[in-house]
C-alpha cells in the first residue's frame, strides 16, 4: 500500500511522527510512505489553496518534502506531481487537537483528507483530542499511537462513495482508558470559538480566537459528545456542501409558485 502523509501542524508538528507510525503499520513491510507537509503551522486554514502564489518545494529525504504552503496544497501536489504514482490512501494528521463539530469547518487537517476525497483516492482525517492539567495523559498522542492503526483498518472495511472521506478523533484518554470506536454525525455547539482581548504595552487592542470548548453541550450522540466522554469517534464526510432535501423542496416551491 502506498499512503502519503499530509497535515496543517507542518513537517515539525509533534503528530506527524505518529501518522507516520500508523502508516508504517498500516502500509506493512511492502508499503511506501510519503509524507508532504507544510513548512510552518497552518492550523485554521480549512481549503485554503495557493491558487495565486507560488509554493517552494523542498525535499528532505527521499519520499519526504516540505512545501510552503497549506494542507489541501500538499494533497494536490503529493498526488498530482510528486508521488510517481497515485497513493491508495491519504492520511491527514495526527492534528494536535481535535477537530469535531464546527471545527471541522475551519481545520487544515480534516481540509487534507477532503482534498484528497477530491482527488479519487481514500483520505482519512486523524486528530487527537488534548486535555489539559491533572487529568491529561503523560502522552498526549497516547490514544491515537495506540490505536491508530486499527482504526485506520476499520474505516478502509466501511462502507465509502464517490468524494467520501472519513474525519476520525482521538480522546484524550490513555490508551487502555479509551472506551472503543464509534460511528458518529458531526456535531453542532453553536459556535467553536470565544474572543478574548488583549492590550498590548503600546496600548493597541488586540483580539484571540480562543476555542470555546462546549463539546458536551450538543447532542449525546455527536462526535465532539461521545470524543470528550472517551470514545474514539468517525464520521463520513463528503466536499458537496449542497442541502439535497432542502433543495427538493426549494424547487417543488419554485414550480409551484411558478
Given at each position: 500500500?502506498?499512503?502519503?502523509?499530509?497535515?496543517?501542524?507542518?513537517?515539525?508538528?509533534?503528530?506527524?511522527?505518529?501518522?507516520?507510525?500508523?502508516?508504517v503499520?498500516?502500509?506493512?513491510?511492502?508499503?511506501?510512505?510519503?509524507?508532504?507537509?507544510?513548512?510552518?503551522?497552518?492550523?485554521?486554514?480549512?481549503?485554503?489553496?495557493?491558487?495565486?502564489?507560488?509554493?517552494?518545494?523542498?525535499?528532505l529525504?527521499?519520499?519526504?518534502?516540505?512545501?510552503?504552503?497549506h494542507?489541501?496544497?500538499?494533497?494536490?501536489?503529493?498526488?498530482?506531481?510528486?508521488?510517481?504514482?497515485?497513493?491508495?490512501?491519504?492520511l491527514?494528521?495526527?492534528?494536535?487537537?481535535?477537530?469535531?463539530?464546527?471545527?471541522?469547518?475551519?481545520?487544515?487537517?480534516v481540509?487534507?483528507?477532503?482534498e484528497?476525497?477530491?482527488?479519487?483516492?481514500?483520505?482519512?482525517?486523524?486528530?487527537?483530542?488534548?486535555?489539559?492539567?491533572?487529568?491529561?495523559p503523560?502522552?498526549?498522542?497516547?490514544?491515537?499511537?495506540?490505536?491508530?492503526?486499527?482504526?485506520?483498518r476499520?474505516?478502509?472495511?466501511?462502507?465509502?462513495?464517490?468524494?467520501?472521506?472519513?474525519?476520525?478523533?482521538?480522546?484524550?484518554?490513555?490508551a487502555?482508558?479509551?472506551?472503543?470506536?464509534?460511528?458518529?454525525?458531526?456535531?453542532?455547539?453553536?459556535?467553536?470559538?470565544?474572543?478574548?482581548?488583549?492590550?498590548?504595552?503600546?496600548?493597541?487592542?488586540?483580539?484571540?480566537l480562543?476555542?470555546?470548548?462546549?463539546?458536551?453541550?450538543?447532542?449525546a450522540?455527536?462526535?465532539?459528545?461521545?470524543?470528550?466522554?472517551?470514545?474514539i469517534?468517525?464520521?463520513?464526510?463528503?466536499?458537496?456542501?449542497?442541502d439535497?432535501?432542502?433543495?427538493?423542496?426549494?424547487?417543488?416551491?419554485?414550480?409551484?409558485?411558478?
Open positions: 500500500m502506498r499512503i502519503l502523509i499530509v497535515n496543517d501542524d507542518g513537517i515539525n508538528g509533534p503528530g506527524l511522527k505518529v501518522a507516520e507510525e500508523i502508516a503499520e498500516v502500509a506493512g513491510p511492502s508499503g511506501e510512505i510519503w509524507v508532504v507537509a507544510p513548512e510552518t503551522e497552518r492550523s485554521g486554514a480549512s481549503h485554503c489553496v495557493s491558487y495565486t502564489a507560488p509554493m517552494r518545494v523542498t525535499q529525504e527521499e519520499r519526504r518534502f516540505c512545501i510552503e504552503g494542507p489541501a496544497d500538499c494533497a494536490i501536489a503529493g498526488i498530482v506531481k510528486l508521488l510517481p504514482e497515485r497513493p491508495d490512501l491519504v491527514s494528521g495526527v492534528n494536535r487537537g481535535h477537530n469535531v463539530a464546527e471545527d471541522a469547518v475551519y481545520s487544515g487537517t481540509a487534507g483528507a477532503k484528497g476525497a477530491i482527488q479519487d483516492v481514500r483520505s482519512i482525517a486523524l486528530s487527537q483530542f488534548f486535555a489539559a492539567g491533572l487529568d491529561a503523560e502522552d498526549l498522542f497516547a490514544a491515537a499511537r495506540a490505536h491508530g492503526a486499527a482504526t485506520v476499520r474505516v478502509l472495511a466501511l462502507p465509502t462513495g464517490p468524494d467520501v472521506f472519513y474525519n476520525v478523533n482521538f480522546p484524550a484518554r490513555a487502555d482508558e479509551v472506551k472503543g470506536f464509534r460511528l458518529a454525525p458531526q456535531g453542532r455547539r453553536g459556535g467553536a470559538f470565544e474572543v478574548q482581548e488583549t492590550i498590548a504595552p503600546n496600548q493597541r487592542r488586540y483580539f484571540w480562543k476555542h470555546g470548548g462546549r463539546n458536551v453541550e450538543a447532542a450522540d455527536a462526535d465532539c459528545t461521545l470524543c470528550a466522554n472517551g470514545w469517534t468517525a464520521t463520513p464526510m463528503r466536499p458537496d456542501l449542497t439535497h432535501a432542502l433543495l427538493a423542496e426549494a424547487m417543488a416551491a419554485h414550480e409551484a409558485a411558478e
